[in-house]
Each structure stands twice: as structure tokens, then as C-alpha cells.
């Protein structure tokens, strides 16, 4: 029996059936131990951007590494890379002038983003103000608070109320939030977390006028709209850095991680708008929550190089493309017997949903002996999220292969 617990398995399986061991990856392809390639359809779990094996990242880091690790970054210490991170990533913010709180992933910046909204209703001297609502699907993270407001159900089970004050809504009808609002009345309620794409509920695109409409709802209802940005961050999304840049959304808060370092080392960022912000930068008021690794010199040092490649290479452009690409190849799909319904056409996502949901893991291993890694999200949705590098051919080489993987 081997030692390694995994995430999300089935360990009976992994023990019985054993381990797919991932060995090295360039580009938009992986290999395994055995040396069997396989194109990355997930690009890791939605965050290779830049494609693996980037060596200019490699490097960054250990420049970086050599010269300081790391150093905390609680009072008033920081590093230089951290420092001119931090001034970077306010320039690409939808919002001007937001400031930057980093995290160690995406889950810290969703309960860290939690703690920010209530805490900040505290100093407009409004504490009542504490319902945080999350939406059905929804997924943000494993920490507690993120579990609690996320909107995955078997994610909750076993472990009894996980955080008081929590709702969910549906995920893809505005008028829910505002019956919400109306049940519960908005001064009760703190902020609504909203994912731009559900990811790993499923893959289900934003229903047209959605984001707007909710966007609206929070403005004009006095609750802080937090835009999850930990799948659709730093290109995702197609042509922008960020879907609140895309659609217009200025969110009060927005959680990201993944992208930005690429995967290269984990690392989280919250922009924080600065209505939000004021408080806290006054003088005499401590929000006190920070990570040891929140604005990792060597995470950020990674960041900012593959800022740098996404820049240079025209990525964001890149992955607008991959959205028609996407939609081209896939989209037949939808004829398939086997295939309920094929979900594409914003930014470099797809879902390919299951007529069957129950045939997803047999179909990610079928996928496999194709020369495809990919992954069941939801209920049976075979999740399409490449790196941007992918090239035209590699994705209709994709879609040949799930034809095939179909029968």
C-alpha cells in the first residue's frame, strides 16, 4: 500500500487500480512514468496558462531562491519582488487603485476574502451585516468558509454546520439572489460570491445577462459583489486578464491563484477595491489575518515571469482564439448519443457533459488510452480548460480523440 492520500479519490481505487503518475510535461503534452504522452486537456487543474516547462519561470525562481527564499510579509516587512508584484498586479486590476493581499491559493483568498466582507460591514459600523451567499455548483475552495458557501453538496457531507451564516442561491437565475435579498433583507447580508464560469461544478457557462444583472442587484442593495477569479483569472476567460474586466463587473473583492504563477509554486492573491480598503489603511485599524507564505519571494518571483510570457507572447489574444477553436471542434459533439450537451464558447473552457453522468470516470480513463488527460467535473462533464499555448491542430487532435473515446 503506498502512503500518499490523495484529493478527491476514491483510495480503495487509487490502492486496487493504482496511481496515473504524471512525470514530466512540455508545453501542451504530459508523460507518464512510462513515457506514454498525453495532451494536458486541464492544463493541471485549470492553471498551466503558460503551458509546462517553461524554463524561464525555472530560473526566475531559483534566482530568486538564491538570493532570499522568503521573509515574512505580517507588520510592516516584504520583499522587493513582492513589492513590485503587488504594484503590477494593481495596474491590471478592474477596479483602480485596488489593493493586494496575498495569499498561499486559492482557498485561503476565498476565506480570506470572507473575513474582509464581514469585517468590513463591522467598521461602516453596520455588524449585522454577516449572511455571506455563495450559489448552487459553486465551488470555492476547501477551507471552511469556502466549503460552507460553496454549492457542491456531497462537498459538505460528514461534517456537520461547517460556518453560521451562510446561503446559497441558484446558480444561474439573478432573480434567486434578489428573492434572497427580499427574504432576508439586504442589510443582513454581507456579500455574494460569484464564480464568472462554474468550474469545477460542472463547467456551465454564464447564462446571458447574468453577471450583469447580479452585479446590479449587489450595487444597488449595498452588498459587496466578490468576484471568484481562481479558475477564470489571468487570461481564462478570453482577451482580458480578468471576466470582471470582460464584463464589466468593478467586483469589490476578487479571489484569484492558479494563473497567476501558472502552477509554477502556489500562490494566491485578493484585490481588494479601495471602498473596501479605506478602512484599514486610515491608521489604527488592523485587519488581522495573513498567511507565512502570503507573498511568497519565490512565488512572486514566478508570477511576475509569467506575467511576463503571457505579455510577450500575446496570450490573453491567444486564448480568445482558443474560445471559437473550442466551440468549432467541440460543438459537434452535441449530436452524440452519449453527449447531454456541449458547453463552450467563453474563453479557453469547455464542458463536454455526459449523457450518463455515472460513465465519467470510465470515460477520463478511455480518454486516457487515447493520449488525453482530462477530468469529470460536476456530474459527468469532461472538463476542457487547456494551456494557451495549445496550437489549432492540438485541439482538433482533442475533440478527435473524445469522438473516438465516445464510440
Same mark, same amino acid.
Not at 498561499?104 to 449585522?128: C, H, I, M, N, Y
Not at 488581522?288 to 512572486?300: E, L
Given at each position: 500500500?503506498?502512503?500518499?492520500?490523495?484529493?478527491?479519490?476514491?483510495?480503495? &481505487?487509487?490502492?486496487?487500480?493504482?496511481?496515473?503518475?504524471?512525470?514530466?510535461?512540455?508545453?501542451?503534452?504530459?508523460?507518464?512514468?512510462?513515457?506514454?504522452?498525453?495532451?494536458?486537456?486541464?492544463?493541471?487543474?485549470?492553471?498551466?496558462?503558460?503551458?509546462?516547462?517553461?524554463?524561464?519561470?525555472?530560473?526566475?525562481? &531559483?534566482?530568486?531562491?538564491?538570493?532570499?527564499?522568503?521573509?515574512?510579509?505580517?507588520?510592516?516587512?516584504?520583499?522587493? #519582488?513582492?513589492?513590485?508584484?503587488?504594484?503590477?498586479?494593481?495596474?491590471?486590476?478592474?477596479?483602480?487603485?485596488?489593493?493586494?493581499?496575498?495569499?498561499?491559493?486559492?482557498?485561503?483568498? %476565498?476565506?480570506?476574502?470572507?473575513?474582509?466582507?464581514?469585517?468590513?460591514?463591522?467598521?461602516?459600523?453596520?455588524?449585522?451585516?454577516?449572511?455571506?451567499?455563495?450559489?448552487?455548483?459553486?465551488?470555492?475552495?476547501?477551507?471552511?468558509?469556502?466549503?460552507?458557501?460553496?454549492?457542491?453538496?456531497?462537498?459538505?457531507?460528514?461534517?456537520?454546520?461547517?460556518?453560521?451564516?451562510?446561503?446559497? #442561491?441558484?446558480?444561474?437565475? &439573478?432573480?434567486?439572489?434578489?428573492?434572497?435579498?427580499?427574504?432576508?433583507?439586504?442589510?443582513?447580508?454581507?456579500?455574494?460570491?460569484?464564480?464568472?464560469?462554474?468550474?469545477?461544478?460542472?463547467?456551465?457557462?454564464?447564462?446571458?445577462?447574468?453577471?450583469?444583472?447580479?452585479?446590479?442587484?449587489?450595487?444597488?442593495?449595498?452588498?459587496?459583489?466578490?468576484?471568484?477569479?481562481?479558475?477564470?483569472?489571468?487570461?481564462?476567460?478570453?482577451?482580458?486578464?480578468?471576466?470582471?474586466?470582460?464584463?464589466?463587473?468593478?467586483?469589490?473583492?476578487?479571489?484569484?491563484?492558479?494563473?497567476?504563477?501558472?502552477?509554477?509554486?502556489?500562490?494566491?492573491?485578493?484585490?481588494?477595491?479601495?471602498? %473596501?480598503?479605506?478602512?484599514?489603511?486610515?491608521?489604527?485599524?488592523?485587519?488581522?489575518?495573513?498567511?507565512?507564505?502570503?507573498?511568497?519571494?519565490?512565488?512572486?518571483?514566478?508570477?511576475?515571469?509569467?506575467?511576463?510570457?503571457?505579455?510577450?507572447?500575446?496570450?490573453?489574444?491567444?486564448?480568445?482564439?482558443?474560445?471559437?477553436?473550442?466551440?468549432?471542434?467541440?460543438?459537434?459533439?452535441?449530436?452524440?448519443?452519449?453527449?447531454?450537451?456541449?458547453?463552450?464558447?467563453?474563453?479557453?473552457?469547455?464542458?463536454?457533459?455526459?449523457?450518463?453522468?455515472?460513465?465519467?470516470?470510465?470515460?477520463?480513463?478511455?480518454?486516457?488510452?487515447?493520449? #488525453?488527460?482530462?477530468?469529470?467535473?460536476?456530474?459527468?462533464?469532461?472538463?476542457?480548460?487547456?494551456?494557451?499555448?495549445?496550437?489549432?491542430?492540438?485541439?482538433?487532435?482533442?475533440?478527435? &480523440?473524445?469522438?473516438?473515446?465516445?464510440?
Amino acid at each position: 500500500m503506498g502512503s500518499l492520500w490523495h484529493g478527491f479519490a476514491d483510495m480503495g &481505487a487509487v490502492e486496487r487500480d493504482g496511481a496515473f503518475v504524471v512525470a514530466r510535461g512540455e508545453g501542451a503534452y504530459i508523460w507518464d512514468e512510462a513515457g506514454r504522452r498525453y495532451l494536458d486537456a486541464t492544463a493541471g487543474l485549470w492553471f498551466t496558462n503558460v503551458g509546462h516547462g517553461r524554463r524561464e519561470i525555472a530560473d526566475a525562481v &531559483a534566482a530568486q531562491l538564491s538570493t532570499l527564499a522568503h521573509y515574512s510579509n505580517f507588520g510592516d516587512l516584504t520583499a522587493p #519582488v513582492t513589492q513590485r508584484l503587488a504594484e503590477r498586479l494593481s495596474e491590471l486590476a478592474p477596479v483602480p487603485g485596488s489593493k493586494i493581499m496575498f495569499t498561499s491559493g486559492g482557498s485561503d483568498s %476565498v476565506d480570506t476574502a470572507a473575513k474582509l466582507a464581514r469585517r468590513f460591514w463591522r467598521e461602516q459600523g453596520r455588524p449585522d451585516k454577516t449572511l455571506l451567499v455563495g450559489r448552487r455548483l459553486a465551488y470555492h475552495g476547501m477551507h471552511v468558509a469556502g466549503t460552507a458557501l460553496a454549492g457542491i453538496e456531497v462537498n459538505h457531507e460528514g461534517y456537520g454546520e461547517l460556518m453560521a451564516d451562510t446561503r446559497t #442561491v441558484e446558480f444561474d437565475q &439573478a432573480q434567486a439572489l434578489r428573492t434572497l435579498i427580499d427574504e432576508v433583507g439586504a442589510d443582513r447580508i454581507a456579500a455574494f460570491f460569484c464564480e464568472p464560469i462554474i468550474g469545477a461544478g460542472g463547467v456551465y457557462l454564464p447564462p446571458e445577462g447574468y453577471l450583469t444583472e447580479v452585479r446590479r442587484l449587489c450595487r444597488d442593495n449595498d452588498i459587496l459583489f466578490v468576484a471568484d477569479e481562481v479558475v477564470t483569472g489571468f487570461g481564462r476567460i478570453g482577451g482580458s486578464w480578468f471576466a470582471s474586466t470582460r464584463f464589466g463587473l468593478e467586483p469589490d473583492l476578487m479571489t484569484t491563484a492558479k494563473g497567476l504563477t501558472s502552477g509554477y509554486l502556489p500562490m494566491g492573491a485578493v484585490f481588494v477595491a479601495p471602498r %473596501v480598503a479605506e478602512p484599514f489603511f486610515g491608521g489604527g485599524v488592523w485587519f488581522r489575518h495573513g498567511y507565512t507564505y502570503g507573498g511568497h519571494a519565490g512565488s512572486a518571483a514566478a508570477a511576475m515571469a509569467n506575467l511576463d510570457i503571457i505579455e510577450r507572447e500575446h496570450l490573453l489574444d491567444a486564448s480568445k482564439n482558443i474560445e471559437s477553436l473550442l466551440h468549432e471542434h467541440l460543438a459537434p459533439l452535441a449530436g452524440h448519443p452519449r453527449v447531454a450537451q456541449v458547453r463552450s464558447g467563453l474563453g479557453a473552457v469547455a464542458g463536454v457533459q455526459l449523457a450518463d453522468p455515472s460513465e465519467g470516470p470510465a470515460m477520463v480513463k478511455a480518454l486516457r488510452a487515447e493520449g #488525453v488527460s482530462t477530468r469529470s467535473a460536476g456530474q459527468g462533464a469532461l472538463q476542457i480548460s487547456p494551456a494557451f499555448v495549445i496550437t489549432d491542430e492540438q485541439i482538433a487532435e482533442l475533440a478527435a &480523440a473524445i469522438g473516438r473515446a465516445l464510440g
